[in-house]
Structure formats: C-alpha cells, structure tokens
T-cell receptor, first 114, second 116 residues
Framework: LAKTTQPISMDSYEGQEVNITCSHN???????ITWYQQFPSQGPRFIIQ???TKVTNEVASLFIPADRKSSTLSLPRVSLSDTAVYYC???????????????FGQGTELSVKP | DAGVTQSPTHLIKTRGQQVTLRCSPK?????VSWYQQALGQGPQFIFQ???????QRGNFPDRFSGHQFPNYSSELNVNALLLGDSALYLC???????????????FGPGTRLLVL
C-alpha cells in the first residue's frame, strides 16, 4: 500500500482557497486517491476520489499530475466550518487480499480563521 | 436513505470488562469495516466483514472479534478491556467491488469508548 505524506497543519482565512498537497511516490497502477474530512468526534466524511488528471465535485477539486506521485485537494472559498482534519489515502479498492481497507496517516489539521 | 448508524454513541467500561458495539451499514452496502481511532491519531483498521466472514484483519489482538449478520449489520466485541482500548470506534460500510475501480467507504458517527 502506498504511503502518503501530507502537512501536519495549515492555517487559512475565510474566503480563501486552500490547497493541501499529498505525496505518494510509490503509488501503484491500480491505486485510487481518496480524500476524507473529519470533524472532532465524528466519523470521516468522503470528500473526493480520483485516479488521474482533475476531478471536481460540489465540495472540492482534486488535481493529480501525470506521474500521479502527488495530488492536491483544493477547497474553494473556505469558511469556518471547513476547520477539520483532512486525510489523503491511496489504495486499490479491489485487491481481494486487501479487502479494500483504508490506511490513514496523521492527516492535515486545517484551521480556518475569521 | 439512512447512512451508517452506530450504537451506542458513548460507553464507559472498566478494565477487564467486555463490550459490544453495533453497526448498521448504509442501505445497499454489503461490506462492513471497523476502525479504532485514538485521540489525535488517524483511524486504524481492525477488520472487515463480507458475506458474514472476516475477510481482512489489521494488527489487533484476538480480544477484538466481530460478527456480521445476514442483513449485513455487524458487531464488534472487545474482551478483557484495557485502558488503552479507550478510543473512538468507527464503522464503515461499502459495496464490495466487482472489478477494479472506485470504491468508497462511508463512515458512521462512531462510538466513544472510555475504559476506566
């Protein structure tokens, strides 16, 4: 399973765009990149998932360069309620002996200030 | 459409006791995974159940056991509780992938266990 590295913490202000970069140098061919958001004492919430290039949904964008060794989660115009821990995960959902388990790192603690 | 639900929300036990946590997966999901999250850490995979069998297991002792029922709901049992078992226990459900591709696990709100 590919190991991920992301900043431990980031600060931002309301209305700014926040970009959190995750490194995954050993990503495998069948691996997908998934980002989760977690508020204190709550379960992680799926934000976005991608394989290559760019993925966008109503919450965020995910940029994945051609070599797929890194990815960037982009949160447009953050608000105070976006203060949370963001996890970047890499893995192949289908490999049977993995059972689709998710390997979480420490995550990035994003603090949005007024 | 109900998401993943877990019960109870909070629980206090003493060392040596046993505890059972419950999880109902998101509608349409057939796979349930359990995670332990200590304070300030990312969730750690305990095990996963599919078709009522444990399919994959993380680095947890045999004191941690589970079960999946025909309706896909699941239980996590922890015996001989230790102080270090105090954590947020998360249940995640998903639909077993039939081919290589996207798969998303949806998490419940968790059960906060405190062992005194």
């Amino acid at each position: 399973l590919a190991k991920t590295t992301q900043p431990i913490s980031m600060d931002s202000y309301e209305g700014q765009e926040v970009n959190i970069t995750c490194s995954h140098n050993n990503i495998a061919t069948n691996d997908y990149i998934t980002w989760y958001q977690q508020f204190p004492s709550q379960g992680p919430r799926f934000i976005i998932q991608g394989y290559k290039t760019k993925v966008t949904n109503e919450v965020a964008s995910l940029f994945i360069p051609a070599d797929r060794k890194s990815s960037t989660l982009s949160l447009p115009r953050v608000s105070l309620s976006d203060t949370a821990v963001y996890y970047c995960l890499v893995g192949d959902p289908f490999v049977y002996n993995q059972g689709g388990k998710l390997i979480f790192g420490q995550g990035t603690e994003l603090s949005v200030k007024p | 459409d109900a998401g993943v639900t877990q019960s109870p929300t909070h629980l206090i036990k003493t060392r040596g006791q046993q505890v059972t946590l419950r999880c109902s997966p998101k509608s349409g999901h057939d796979t349930v995974s359990w995670y332990q999250q200590a304070l300030g850490q990312g969730p750690q995979f305990i095990f996963q159940y599919y078709e009522e069998e444990e399919r994959q297991r993380g680095n947890f002792p045999d004191r941690f056991s589970g079960h999946q029922f025909p309706n896909y709901s699941s239980e996590l049992n922890v015996n001989a509780l230790l102080l270090g078992d105090s954590a947020l226990y998360l249940c995640a459900s998903s639909l077993a992938p039939r081919a290589s591709g996207e798969e998303t696990q949806y998490f419940g709100p968790g059960t906060r266990l405190l062992v005194l």
